[in-house]
């Protein structure tokens, strides 16, 4: 994502995105930041696929074009729902 993009995600589902991450990985949310890499936490590629998939199903959106690898973080998340809701915009 490029730096003049800003993010639009409602906090509620912020707080939603950042639950199913912890249940999936099963991390207390108190330890896991914005910028907390996943593998650092003990993410391999099935826990990605999971997250992955999870968050299509719970938001309705479409990641297809996302790679696995590009999930590493909360930000990384709110960035790709943002894009597949087409709300990323500039600033």
Not at 7 to 34: F, H, N, S, W, Y
């Amino acid at each position: 994502m490029a730096t003049s993009e800003r993010i639009v995600i409602a906090e509620v589902e912020r707080q939603r995105m950042k639950e199913l991450v912890c249940e999936i990985l099963e991390l207390d949310p108190e330890g896991l930041t914005d910028s907390s890499l996943f593998k650092e936490h003990g993410a391999d590629s099935l826990g990605l696929l999971e997250i992955h998939a999870s968050l299509e199903q719970e938001f309705s959106i479409s990641l297809e074009q996302l790679p696995l690898q590009d999930l590493t973080n909360l930000t990384a998340v709110y960035a790709a729902v943002a894009t597949a809701r087409g709300l990323a915009g500039e600033q």
